[in-house]
C-alpha cells in the first residue's frame, strides 16, 4: 500500500504497503480520510473545471459527450448488501442519492457506466470490522517481517513497530471507503441517519474508480506491472488512478453548498490519526503519494489536454515514480536509462525481493536523514535503478546498483547516502576502501562507491554477506 518505497510492490487495499515483491490477493483502492485535507493541494495543482482540447490549445468548455450516459436510475436500483442495523426505508432512500451521484460522476467524468455499479452500504462498526478483515487477509505477516528486517536494515525502521500489526491498525483507523476491480464493489460507510456530506466525496472518489475501471481495466495492467516487472511502475499506474478520483472528487468538493464543503473538510479533520501520527515521517508520505502526487499529474494532464488527457494516459499508462513528479517527462514518455538486472546471489539465503526504488523510493529512503528539500535535489536526477534483497534468519542483506542521468546527479546522491548511513544505519565510522567507503560497524555492513553516473550500495547485517555482494557487483 505506501507506494514509492523501495521494496514497495505488493499493493493490498489503498497501495499502501511498503512491499514490491509479491502479488497481492487483490488490488483494492482505498480512499483515506487525510485526503481531504489535501485541499490546499488541489489548488497548488491548478485543479479546475475539466477542459477539451483541440490541437494542441486547452479551452474551457461545456460538457461534451460522444457516449450515451445513463439517463435515469430508479429508487433503491443500485444493487448491493446493506448492514441489518440499516432499515429497508433508509437503505432505499441511501440507493437514490447514491444513484444520484452516478449520474452526476458520468456528467463529471464525461464517460457512461458500462454497468450500474455494486455499492455495499455497511455501519460504521460494520465497515472497521470488514476493512480489518481485508487487511488480515491480503497481508502476509512473514512477507511483512521480512520487510521489516529490510527497512530495518536500511535505517527507516528502527525496531519499535511491528510492521504488520501497525499497517492493520493504520488502516483499520483511516480507510474510509474502497473499490475491489476484482469483484468491481464499492464499499462504503454510513452514518445512522444518512450519508454526510464526507461520506459522499468518499462515494464520488470510488465511483470514479468503479467507472474507469469498466472503460480501462487498470487492474490487470497493474497486476502484470506487480509480478513482472519493476515495481516502480505499479506505483506510477495507482498514482494515475488514484489522482484522476482525487481530482474529480475536489471538483465535487468545490460544486458543493459551502456549508456542507466546510462540514466536508471539517469532518475529515475529525478523524482520528492516533496511529497516523505515531508512524514514521516516509510511511506518511508513502500513504499521501499516489493522492498527492498523482493529483498533481492529473490535474497538469487536464490542463494540457482536457479529460482526454487523462482517458489517454489509462490507455499507455506511466511507467515511472519519475514521470509521476515530472509530467513533463511523461508527456515525451521519457524512459528510465538502460539498466541490466542484478545477478547477485548469496548461497544460503533467501533472495527475498528484487525491483527498482524509483525517484520517489529513494526519496523515502532519505527522508528521515536529509531535510527534505535535500532529499528531493538528491532524488532527482534519477535514471534507474536495480536492487536484490536477501534474507537468512534475523539477517537481511541487499545489492543496489543507480544510475543518474549525470555525473552530478550520482554525486549529489552518493553525498546524501552517506550522511544517511552515518545518521540512520549504524554502520560506524567510514574507512576508504578500493575507491569508494565502507562502513564496518559492529551490526551493519555497509559500502557505497560511485564509478561516473552510477552508484553501488551494499549493506548487510551479515559482514561476510556484504564482502560477497560487493565481490559480485565488481566493486
Same mark, same amino acid.
Given at each position: 500500500?505506501?507506494?514509492?518505497?523501495?521494496?514497495?510492490?505488493?499493493?493490498?487495499?489503498?497501495?499502501?504497503?511498503?512491499?514490491?515483491?509479491?502479488?497481492?490477493?487483490?488490488?483494492?483502492?482505498?480512499?483515506?480520510?487525510?485526503?481531504?485535507?489535501?485541499?490546499?493541494?488541489?489548488?497548488?495543482?491548478?485543479?479546475?473545471?475539466?477542459?477539451?482540447?483541440?490541437?494542441?490549445?486547452?479551452?474551457?468548455?461545456?460538457?461534451?459527450?460522444?457516449?450515451?450516459?445513463?439517463?435515469?436510475?430508479?429508487?433503491?436500483?443500485?444493487?448491493?448488501?446493506?448492514?441489518?442495523?440499516?432499515?429497508?426505508?433508509?437503505?432505499?432512500?441511501?440507493?437514490?442519492?447514491?444513484?444520484?451521484?452516478?449520474?452526476?460522476?458520468?456528467?463529471?467524468?464525461?464517460?457512461? *457506466?458500462?454497468?450500474?455499479?455494486?455499492?455495499?452500504?455497511?455501519?460504521?462498526?460494520?465497515?472497521?470490522?470488514?476493512?480489518?478483515?481485508?487487511?488480515?487477509?491480503?497481508?502476509?505477516?512473514? #512477507?511483512?517481517?521480512?520487510?521489516?528486517?529490510?527497512?530495518?536494515?536500511?535505517?527507516?525502521? +528502527?525496531?519499535?513497530?511491528?510492521?504488520?500489526?501497525?499497517?492493520?491498525?493504520?488502516?483499520?483507523?483511516?480507510?474510509?471507503?474502497?473499490?475491489?476491480?476484482?469483484?468491481? #464493489?464499492?464499499?462504503?460507510?454510513?452514518?445512522?441517519?444518512?450519508?454526510?456530506?464526507?461520506?459522499?466525496?468518499?462515494?464520488?472518489?470510488?465511483?470514479?474508480?468503479?467507472?474507469?475501471?469498466?472503460?480501462?481495466?487498470? =487492474?490487470?495492467?497493474? /497486476?502484470?506491472?506487480?509480478? +513482472?516487472?519493476?515495481?516502480?511502475?505499479?506505483?506510477?499506474?495507482?498514482?494515475?488512478?488514484?489522482?484522476?478520483?482525487?481530482?474529480?472528487?475536489?471538483?465535487?468538493?468545490?460544486?458543493?453548498?459551502?456549508? #456542507?464543503?466546510?462540514?466536508?473538510?471539517?469532518?475529515?479533520?475529525?478523524?482520528?490519526?492516533?496511529?497516523?501520527?505515531?508512524?514514521?515521517?516516509?510511511?506518511?508520505?508513502?500513504?499521501?503519494?499516489? *493522492?498527492?502526487?498523482?493529483?498533481?499529474?492529473?490535474?497538469?494532464?487536464? =490542463?494540457? =489536454?482536457?479529460?482526454?488527457?487523462?482517458?489517454?494516459?489509462?490507455?499507455?499508462?506511466?511507467?515511472?515514480?519519475?514521470?509521476?513528479?515530472?509530467?513533463?517527462?511523461?508527456?515525451?514518455?521519457?524512459?528510465?536509462?538502460?539498466?541490466?538486472?542484478?545477478?547477485?546471489?548469496?548461497?544460503?539465503?533467501?533472495?527475498?525481493?528484487?525491483?527498482?526504488?524509483? /525517484?520517489?523510493?529513494?526519496?523515502?529512503?532519505?527522508?528521515?536523514?536529509?531535510?527534505?528539500?535535500?532529499?528531493?535535489?538528491?532524488?532527482?536526477?534519477?535514471?534507474?535503478?536495480?536492487?536484490?534483497?536477501?534474507?537468512?534468519? +534475523?539477517?537481511?542483506?541487499?545489492?543496489?546498483?543507480? /544510475?543518474?542521468?549525470?555525473?552530478?546527479?550520482?554525486?549529489?546522491?552518493?553525498?546524501?547516502?552517506?550522511?544517511?548511513?552515518?545518521?540512520?544505519? =549504524?554502520?560506524?565510522?567510514?574507512?576508504?576502501?578500493?575507491?569508494?567507503?565502507?562502513?564496518?560497524?559492529?551490526?551493519?555492513?555497509?559500502?557505497?562507491?560511485?564509478?561516473?553516473?552510477?552508484?553501488?550500495?551494499?549493506?548487510?547485517?551479515?559482514?561476510?554477506?556484504?564482502?560477497?555482494?560487493?565481490?559480485?557487483?565488481?566493486?
Amino acid at each position: 500500500m505506501l507506494t514509492g518505497t523501495p521494496l514497495r510492490g505488493r499493493r493490498v487495499t489503498l497501495a499502501v504497503v511498503p512491499t514490491r515483491s509479491r502479488t497481492p490477493r487483490a488490488l483494492r483502492l482505498l480512499v483515506v480520510a487525510l485526503v481531504l485535507v489535501l485541499v490546499g493541494a488541489a489548488c497548488e495543482s491548478g485543479v479546475s473545471e475539466p477542459t477539451t482540447a483541440t490541437g494542441g490549445a486547452t479551452t474551457t468548455a461545456p460538457v461534451v459527450t460522444t457516449t450515451t450516459l445513463l439517463t435515469s436510475i430508479p429508487p433503491g436500483s443500485i444493487p448491493g448488501a446493506t448492514s441489518p442495523s440499516i432499515s429497508q426505508e433508509v437503505a432505499q432512500a441511501l440507493r437514490h442519492e447514491i444513484g444520484m451521484l452516478v449520474l452526476e460522476v458520468e456528467e463529471a467524468r464525461r464517460l457512461p *457506466y458500462l454497468r450500474i455499479p455494486t455499492v455495499t452500504i455497511l455501519d460504521e462498526t460494520d465497515f472497521a470490522a470488514r476493512v480489518r478483515t481485508s487487511m488480515e487477509e491480503d497481508l502476509d505477516p512473514v #512477507e511483512l517481517a521480512g520487510d521489516q528486517a529490510i527497512f530495518e536494515l536500511l535505517g527507516m525502521l +528502527d525496531g519499535s513497530i511491528d510492521l504488520y500489526e501497525f499497517l492493520i491498525e493504520l488502516f483499520t483507523e483511516q480507510v474510509a471507503g474502497f473499490y475491489d476491480p476484482d469483484s468491481e #464493489e464499492l464499499v462504503i460507510s454510513v452514518s445512522g441517519d444518512g450519508i454526510t456530506p464526507l461520506q459522499r466525496v468518499v462515494i464520488v472518489h470510488e465511483l470514479i474508480h468503479a467507472l474507469t475501471d469498466q472503460h480501462f481495466d487498470f =487492474n490487470d495492467v497493474y /497486476e502484470a506491472r506487480i509480478e +513482472d516487472s519493476s515495481g516502480d511502475d505499479a506505483s506510477s499506474l495507482l498514482a494515475l488512478v488514484e489522482g484522476d478520483a482525487t481530482y474529480q472528487q475536489f471538483l465535487y468538493l468545490e460544486s458543493m453548498d459551502p456549508g #456542507e464543503a466546510a462540514e466536508a473538510v471539517l469532518e475529515s479533520l475529525s478523524f482520528d490519526t492516533t496511529v497516523y501520527d505515531s508512524a514514521p515521517a516516509w510511511i506518511k508520505q508513502e500513504l499521501a503519494f499516489p *493522492y498527492e502526487q498523482g493529483l498533481a499529474f492529473a490535474g497538469f494532464l487536464i =490542463n494540457e =489536454n482536457g479529460l482526454r488527457g487523462i482517458d489517454e494516459a489509462y490507455l499507455r499508462p506511466p511507467i515511472s515514480s519519475e514521470q509521476i513528479l515530472h509530467p513533463h517527462k511523461y508527456l515525451r514518455f521519457e524512459r528510465p536509462t538502460e539498466l541490466a538486472p542484478l545477478k547477485a546471489t548469496l548461497e544460503g539465503w533467501e533472495l527475498f525481493d528484487e525491483g527498482t526504488f524509483g /525517484e520517489w523510493g529513494i526519496r523515502m529512503l532519505l527522508i528521515g536523514s536529509t531535510r527534505p528539500g535535500k532529499a528531493t535535489q538528491a532524488a532527482a536526477g534519477w535514471g534507474n535503478d536495480r536492487y536484490r534483497a536477501f534474507l537468512s534468519g +534475523d539477517d537481511a542483506a541487499i545489492a543496489w546498483v543507480y /544510475e543518474g542521468e549525470t555525473i552530478q546527479d550520482a554525486e549529489d546522491l552518493a553525498t546524501a547516502l552517506i550522511a544517511h548511513v552515518r545518521s540512520s544505519m =549504524n554502520a560506524g565510522a567510514p574507512q576508504e576502501s578500493g575507491g569508494g567507503l565502507l562502513f564496518d560497524g559492529e551490526s551493519t555492513y555497509v559500502f557505497i562507491d560511485r564509478v561516473d553516473e552510477r552508484i553501488y550500495f551494499v549493506a548487510s547485517t551479515d559482514p561476510m554477506a556484504g564482502v560477497s555482494l560487493r565481490e559480485q557487483l565488481g566493486v
